[in-house]
């Protein structure tokens, strides 16, 4: 009976070990299942199809970091345009130091007067103002209509300032009637600024 019995225990053992694996087995074959049902759910999660919670907030990362890019950029545009322009204005701006220099700007606002721009445009592309202009033209007016009486003035000057130098070539073309003709006649083709001045 004894015998017996250890037997049928053993049968019931050998049963149940064979559930056990069969049950193991199972859970084993399913897992793989489960963990893809797992994988996929946490995809549709972060996919464009879920909520939009997860690419709401990547976008707006996306686009604060390039706003953000932009910006700067703008910034370091805007930034080199001004110091550029700056510059630009400042060479545009360099005061005239000689009578030559005063006969090179005129000629630069006469070209460009030709071509078709205003006067006042013309000063101020080359960043002058007109009372500049007016004051010191008799230097390139007399450059222009009596050269030889230009160069006479130019070697006494001796370190004269160029307002003084503007009034003795202002002087020197109302002294001569013949000068001031030649002067008026130049003016009235082109060849001369039409500035208001006193000699006009």
């Not at 907030?57 to 706003?67: A, C, L, N, Q, V």
């Not at 460009?112 to 007109?130: E, I």
Request: aromatic share 4%; glycine share 4%; with cysteine.
């Amino acid at each position: 009976m004894r015998l017996e019995w250890q037997k049928d225990k053993i049968d019931e053992l050998t049963k149940e070990r064979d559930y056990l694996k069969e049950q193991l087995a199972a859970s084993l074959s399913k897992e793989p299942t489960s963990s893809v049902q797992d994988s996929s759910e946490v995809l549709s999660i972060s996919s464009p199809s879920s909520d939009g919670s997860f690419d709401e907030s990547s976008d707006s990362s996306m686009s604060t970091t390039s706003s953000d890019e932009d910006s700067k950029k703008r910034k370091k545009g805007k930034a080199k345009k001004h110091k550029k322009s700056k510059k630009h204005d400042q060479k545009q701006r360099k005061r005239v130091q000689n009578p030559k220099q005063v006969v090179t700007r005129n000629n630069k606002i006469l070209r460009l007067f030709k071509r078709g721009c205003t006067m006042s445009a013309a000063f101020k592309r080359l960043g002058v103002d007109r009372n500049t202009i007016v004051a010191t033209a008799p230097i390139a007016e007399l450059f222009i209509v009596v050269p030889e009486r230009y160069k006479e003035l130019e070697k006494h000057k001796q370190g004269q300032k160029l307002s003084l130098f503007a009034t003795q070539c202002a002087a020197a073309i109302s002294a001569d009637p013949e000068t001031e003709e030649k002067f008026k006649a130049y003016k009235s083709s082109g060849k001369l600024l039409p500035l208001k001045t006193k000699k006009d």
